[in-house]
């Protein structure tokens, strides 16, 4: 009987890795489709990786510290439809150090943890028979024990991902209307209050939902403004094209286009087409401008905002376009400023408020049974009447459970347990403070430092986050980086900035600035400071 032939997901920052594990599998008997192996220089790699795909007997998916790309969402949506047609196809997640887990794969019952350096010979023997579709056998049981340790079910501060979509409840009725809003309007705006979940409605909510249309293919790109749009809209774009581009031509690129965008030499649903090329069969793309409250809070060149609106309702006329934006609810009164957009606001809007009881109840209980978490029932009923229908507190229970979950060891949530994190109202400044403590003197300095270039201060709104890149940052402010952005800890969110290579910085929700005491009191005694940096980097531009 031939060994079945395993295909090898990975996202391109994860190639060396990925290469090793293919290396390691290989050394296993195991034959293995590695992309950099099989794909004939000139042959469509796009038709090659499809048929791959379709006669695999086995998928194995690589999560880094940048979780899922673009294209291993895709080969990740083909694996799990094989496997709800009825195939037997073993899939077996491999998760890197500072992973944060899928959850919509916590159901599979056997993940490999592995290091960079592919070392774990034990591990690589687990892996191998989870691929083989043989069962671990009772001296592997503890790395198949290990490898699922850590995988909470709470996101805690951060977004829902669409690889998280089968543990987003709550919110159907709200992705089914904005579902059907897309149907008759080529632009939405999904407008809340910060904190209501507009990211993870669209993100886990509607993005799955468009990937399982039976009459539509769906691309999605997504993007968050930051303090030039039109040029995170041109990184976004040169990231779906995977050209193999150096660092220097990349930037350049993406300074070239981000160019020509404002100045109208070059049509947004040009560059849509030339995405849309890059996978053939798709039909439709999803343009997702995440927080776009940064267009009005971050940007301060006015003609670039506004060429920024017209570029993506340019880009919305293409029958093959859809734009769907997130807005806080504080900055709608810059949308309707935009006499181009006015007319059109009424009927392409969806308001997200606040969950509903039972709505709340769901999202506590349903992901803790689906990972045999038991939940006492008083605890529940008190966690929905402290959330209560205050818009933005959402981030508050969330992050409650998390802190719970990895109190409890994931196995009961009681009231001892709740008030052991600091309940709702203290959680997020109880794990803060725990967190800051930790730091050494040089340390707390340089967090200082660094949560002043993370906040923007509000001017008749709320206070926003404010990205922050770290190029050759000093080694007190990277250890206070790593810390803070750990999994037991997520106060901060790390990324790369593809233009420049460097580290970008962003603080893991709005929630955070109000609640931990000591980021408040901060920001209230360097307000008058933070506001004229702002004016003053508005008039050097």
């Given at each position: 009987?031939?060994?079945?032939?395993?295909?090898?997901?990975?996202?391109?920052?994860?190639?060396?890795?990925?290469e090793?594990?293919?290396?390691?599998?290989?050394?296993?008997?195991?034959?293995?489709?590695?992309?950099?192996?099989w794909?004939?220089?000139?042959?469509?790699?796009?038709?090659?990786?499809?048929?791959?795909?379709?006669?695999?007997?086995?998928?194995?998916?690589?999560?880094?510290?940048?979780?899922?790309?673009?294209?291993?969402?895709?080969?990740?949506?083909?694996?799990?439809?094989?496997?709800?047609?009825?195939?037997?196809?073993?899939?077996?997640?491999?998760?890197?150090?500072?992973?944060?887990?899928?959850?919509?794969?916590?159901?599979?019952?056997?993940?490999?943890?592995?290091?960079?350096?592919?070392?774990?010979?034990?591990?690589?023997?687990?892996?191998?028979?989870?691929?083989?579709?043989?069962?671990?056998?009772?001296?592997?049981?503890?790395?198949?024990?290990?490898?699922?340790?850590?995988?909470?079910?709470?996101?805690?501060?951060?977004?829902?991902?669409?690889?998280?979509?089968?543990?987003?409840?709550?919110?159907?009725?709200?992705?089914?209307?904005?579902?059907?809003?897309?149907?008759?309007?080529?632009?939405?705006?999904?407008?809340?209050?910060?904190?209501?979940?507009?990211?993870?409605?669209?993100?886990?909510?509607l993005?799955?939902?468009?990937?399982?249309?039976p009459k539509?293919?769906?691309?999605?790109?997504?993007?968050?403004?930051?303090?030039?749009?039109?040029?995170?809209?041109?990184?976004?774009?040169?990231?779906?094209?995977?050209?193999q581009?150096?660092?220097?031509?990349?930037?350049?690129?993406?300074?070239?286009?981000?160019?020509?965008?404002?100045?109208?030499?070059?049509?947004?649903?040009?560059?849509?087409?030339?995405?849309?090329?890059?996978?053939?069969?798709?039909?439709?793309?999803?343009?997702?401008?995440?927080?776009?409250?940064?267009?009005?809070?971050?940007?301060?060149?006015?003609?670039?905002?506004?060429?920024?609106?017209?570029?993506?309702?340019?880009?919305?006329?293409?029958?093959?376009?859809?734009?769907?934006?997130?807005?806080?609810?504080?900055?709608?009164?810059?949308?309707?400023?935009?006499?181009?957009?006015?007319?059109?606001?009424?009927?392409c809007?969806?308001?997200?408020?606040?969950?509903?009881a039972?709505?709340?109840?769901?999202?506590?209980?349903?992901?803790a049974?689906?990972?045999?978490?038991?939940?006492?029932?008083?605890?529940v009923?008190?966690?929905?009447?402290?959330?209560?229908?205050?818009?933005?507190?959402?981030?508050?229970?969330?992050?409650?459970?998390?802190?719970?979950w990895?109190?409890?060891?994931?196995?009961?949530?009681?009231?001892?347990?709740?008030?052991a994190?600091?309940?709702?109202?203290?959680?997020?400044?109880?794990?803060?403070?725990?967190?800051?403590?930790?730091?050494?003197?040089?340390?707390?300095?340089a967090?200082?430092?660094?949560?002043?270039?993370?906040?923007?201060?509000?001017?008749?709104?709320?206070?926003?986050?404010?990205?922050?890149?770290?190029?050759?940052?000093?080694?007190?402010?990277?250890?206070?980086?790593?810390?803070?952005?750990?999994?037991?800890?997520?106060?901060?969110?790390t990324?790369?900035?593809?233009?420049?290579?460097?580290?970008?910085?962003?603080?893991?929700?709005?929630?955070?600035?109000?609640?931990?005491?000591?980021?408040?009191?901060?920001?209230?005694?360097?307000?008058?400071?933070?506001?004229?940096?702002?004016?003053?980097?508005?008039?050097v531009?």
């Amino acid at each position: 009987m031939a060994q079945p032939e395993v295909f090898l997901s990975y996202r391109s920052s994860d190639r060396v890795v990925a290469e090793r594990i293919a290396q390691a599998l290989r050394g296993k008997g195991l034959r293995v489709f590695f992309d950099q192996w099989w794909l004939t220089p000139g042959r469509d790699w796009r038709a090659a990786l499809e048929q791959a795909m379709a006669r695999c007997s086995a998928f194995a998916v690589l999560i880094g510290p940048r979780g899922l790309g673009p294209w291993q969402q895709r080969e990740v949506s083909l694996a799990l439809l094989r496997v709800d047609r009825g195939e037997a196809l073993p899939i077996v997640p491999i998760r890197l150090p500072n992973a944060d887990a899928p959850l919509s794969l916590l159901d599979l019952q056997q993940w490999v943890s592995l290091d960079e350096a592919v070392s774990d010979e034990r591990a690589l023997e687990l892996l191998a028979r989870g691929l083989r579709g043989e069962p671990p056998g009772p001296e592997l049981d503890a790395e198949l024990r290990e490898g699922r340790a850590g995988l909470c079910p709470f996101r805690g501060l951060l977004a829902f991902r669409e690889e998280d979509a089968a543990f987003f409840v709550g919110r159907e009725e709200a992705t089914a209307q904005l579902r059907r809003k897309l149907e008759v309007q080529s632009f939405v705006a999904v407008v809340g209050a910060s904190g209501t979940g507009k990211s993870s409605l669209v993100h886990a909510g509607l993005v799955p939902a468009l990937r399982r249309d039976p009459k539509l293919i769906w691309d999605v790109i997504a993007l968050v403004p930051d303090k030039r749009p039109l040029h995170s809209l041109a990184a976004a774009l040169l990231d779906r094209l995977r050209a193999q581009w150096q660092r220097d031509e990349l930037r350049d690129r993406i300074e070239d286009w981000g160019g020509k965008l404002l100045r109208g030499e070059i049509p947004l649903a040009e560059l849509c087409g030339d995405a849309l090329r890059e996978q053939p069969g798709t039909e439709r793309l999803l343009l997702f401008v995440d927080q776009f409250e940064e267009t009005f809070a971050l940007c301060q060149d006015q003609a670039m905002r506004e060429r920024f609106l017209a570029v993506l309702l340019e880009a919305a006329q293409d029958p093959r376009v859809r734009v769907v934006l997130t807005l806080r609810a504080d900055f709608y009164g810059h949308l309707q400023a935009y006499r181009p957009l006015t007319a059109r606001l009424d009927d392409c809007v969806v308001n997200v408020g606040p969950l509903d009881a039972d709505e709340l109840e769901r999202v506590i209980v349903e992901p803790a049974r689906k990972v045999g978490l038991e939940v006492e029932d008083a605890l529940v009923a008190a966690l929905v009447k402290g959330v209560g229908e205050e818009p933005g507190r959402l981030p508050l229970l969330q992050f409650v459970l998390e802190q719970m979950w990895r109190e409890s060891g994931g196995r009961r949530f009681d009231h001892a347990t709740y008030d052991a994190v600091g309940g709702l109202e203290k959680a997020i400044a109880h794990r803060a403070e725990q967190v800051f403590a930790e730091l050494s003197e040089s340390q707390k300095q340089a967090a200082t430092t660094l949560f002043l270039r993370l906040v923007q201060v509000g001017e008749g709104t709320r206070d926003t986050r404010e990205r922050a890149l770290l190029a050759g940052a000093d080694p007190a402010l990277r250890s206070v980086v790593e810390r803070l952005a750990r999994g037991d800890a997520r106060l901060l969110v790390t990324s790369r900035d593809e233009g420049s290579g460097a580290d970008a910085i962003e603080i893991s929700h709005e929630a955070l600035i109000p609640s931990w005491t000591w980021l408040r009191e901060l920001v209230q005694q360097n307000r008058q400071f933070l506001a004229w940096r702002k004016h003053t980097r508005a008039a050097v531009r």
